[in-house]
């Protein structure tokens, strides 16, 4: 397996998961500077390795009446600040070619969200910065379909990639994860992340996209016991007053005891 490395960090090759979390979208610089506070100390109390995630402009919501995110420069010092001060790599979305150079003066990961990973122009963008490109599984498509983004970002030369799963789409309004998903998408070669919060939205429910966050836990137990190089969860101090994603976030203040049943399951199959 192709090792990726996001700074001091490591992921893959049997070693302890990764945590990349923080939450959805920056809302404000007060929210988004003191979640990735709580999670530091959290990740940094049990040894494990951390990547903050927020995404600094939302371009995927189900209404355009739908916070889609601060002014984008505003956004990205808020993201530098996490990363310069409290020495965290930051992962963020982008939508558009443009996006990924302009990401990338902050990011040390760019997302290419999953309905988005069939964009030759934007994985081609994204490879072309060098960073490591996280490209997350379309819900409509097959994991082993995911060679062909991973081909796209090779194309460039970069072979920093993950691939992550986050539920595909079982008839209307439910997401399922097939666990058969990691080990066919590590047949790239690649690290595998499993996205925990998104595999349990309900999208199209009205308005606002849905969710089953009771589920968040159990499924991401069951990846670590097929062996997934990272967990990908978003969290939120207050949930229900999310500006994004608010039916689908982890509450910040449960996730210490949902992490640590994981890290043991992870260390049990890698042997750690």
């Known amino acids: 397996m192709n090792l990726v490395k996001v700074n001091n960090i490591t992921i893959g090759g049997n070693k302890q998961l990764v945590l990349i979390a923080g939450p959805c979208v920056v809302e404000n610089e007060y929210i ?54 409290l020495n965290l790599p930051v992962l963020t979305d982008i939508h558009t070619e443009p996006e990924a150079a302009e990401a990338a003066t902050v990011a040390d990961v760019l997302q290419i969200p999953a309905f ?29 379909s995911m060679s ?6 090779e194309s460039t030369g970069n072979k920093n990639i993950m691939l992550t799963e986050r539920g595909t789409t079982f008839g209307y309004n439910n997401l399922v994860v097939d666990m058969r998903s990691f080990l066919i998408m590590k047949e790239t070669g690649y690290p595998v992340v499993m996205d925990a919060t998104h595999s ?42 999310a500006k994004s994603d608010a039916a689908s976030q982890l509450p910040l203040d449960k996730l210490e005891e949902t992490l640590l049943p994981i890290l043991a399951i992870d260390k049990t199959v890698k042997g750690l």
């Open 32 to 85: 988004t500077l003191s979640t990735a506070e709580k999670v530091k100390s959290i990740c940094e109390k049990h040894g494990v390795d951390y990547i903050f995630k927020a995404s600094y402009k939302k371009a995927n919501r189900t209404s355009v009446e739908s916070f889609t995110g601060l002014d984008r420069d505003d956004a990205l010092k808020i993201l530098r600040k996490i990363k310069e001060e």
């Open 200 to 241: 349990v939205q309900m999208p199209g429910t009205g308005n606002v996209t849905g969710g089953n966050p009771e589920y968040i836990a159990p499924l991401a137990r069951a990846a670590a016991a097929v062996g997934i190089d990272a967990l990908f969860i978003e969290t939120h101090p207050d949930p229900e007053n």
């Open 148 to 153: 062909n983004a991973v081909g796209k970002v």
């Open 116 to 144: 988005l990973c069939r964009q030759t122009d934007l994985l081609v963008a994204a490879g072309n910065t060098g960073k490591v490109v996280n490209i997350k599984k379309g819900q409509f498509l097959a994991p082993q």
